[in-house]
């Protein structure tokens, strides 16, 4: 029997993250047959070389490719990543190409998957957030041919996209699988690990908004928040959007400050540690909207970045501050009122349910070829869907 060919394509901590329950699953499987093409931030010794963790987890057929230089241009990384990943793919001819997100390496993989007409799977579309991330994640959902999505309300957004009901799967969000297990690293083993020493502390993730050009603005006012609560940090540096240099810059300033620990990435089972024992989160990174309602730590999203990506309705842990000191240091006062856990993004069956789908396929007589379902509604039986699967 033919098994069926997957390749993931990863380009970050946080999208591996969400990968790595499919990954594991998918590999268990004897009918399928998983590769892993390793790209973007993981090559990167600026951000810790990270690809090496994906290797420490000993899946088969992993490709580091060496021929992909990877820069800070966002346009020019989409650029070297097609053309690598279209070289990879025409070696290994898989069924399936899995991307996740809203980055420019999920786009090169569905490209690629499109030209050369392999199905693509999107993990974690039909949602809606601040700057370019949201433009990137809709493109790569009309790129895909399936879609794997947190919840309800996403999967009536690719309705409206123009996508096929019957190719669009409920799954909740794969990094809840992991959050959600018995195998995490213990506190104080992360904690002796990365060498942090602080008995109480918060999480701050911090990114650049490539529409923005206040960017270093705005992290200053972000540090100076955090240096007057007179709290512990554990501070881990940005993406590499256009940008991050300016939040790089500003957190420079604090080296040698007792009260703050900066890392350049640390794996996912150890962060996920250190978030379930952390007093709060904050910052403008999906973390604080994903993960952090799991374990109902409390979260403070500064800014735009996670812009209507979430209800204060819904996820009762967040705070949103704007990116001045004042109202971010009101949000850090109040933070004991907002534990509140939440499964809004899954219960932890994701891998199960991801692969159990894909078994109930048949490739071969899937078309490739997509065609757009028109919405016979109104704007208000939307607006009334939408109220009734959110609130």
Partial sequence: MKKLKIVFLTGSRADYGKLKSLIAFSESEPSFETY???????????????????LSDNFRNIHIPSDLKITERMELNLARTIQSFADYVRWVEPDLIVVHGDRTDPLAGALVGIFRNIMVAHIEGGEVSGTVDELL?????????????????????????G???DDIYVIGSPDVDIMLSETLPHIQDVKRKYNIVFEKYAICMYHPVTTDDEVRKKASELKEALVSSGMDYIVIYPNNDHGSLHIKEVWSTL????????????RFEDFLALLKASDFII???????????????????VGTRQQNRYSTMTLKNIQHADDCSGDIIKCIGNVDNYRKQSFYFG??????????IL?????????????????????????????????
Avoid: W
């Fill in 36 to 54: 892993i093409y390793v790209s973007g931030m993981h090559l990167l010794e600026s951000y810790g070389l990270t690809y090496r963790e994906i």
């Fill in 137 to 161: 994640r809709h493109a790569i959902s009309k790129l895909s041919h399936l879609h794997f999505v947190s919840n309800e309300e996403s999967k009536y957004r690719l309705l409206q996209l």
């Fill in 163 to 165: 996508e096929h009901a």
């Fill in 255 to 266: 080296n040698g400050n007792r009260h703050f620990s900066f890392f350049d990435s640390i």
């Fill in 283 to 301: 910052g403008n990174s999906s973390a604080g909207v994903r993960e952090a309602c799991v374990y109902g730590v409390p979260s403070i999203d």
């Fill in 347 to 356: 219960s932890g069956e994701s891998a199960r349910m991801f692969v159990d």
């Fill in 359 to 391: 078994k109930g396929l048949n490739f071969d007589k899937i078309q490739t070829q997509k065609s757009f379902v028109e919405l016979d509604v109104t704007m208000e039986s939307i607006r009334s869907y939408i109220n009734e699967v959110c609130f």
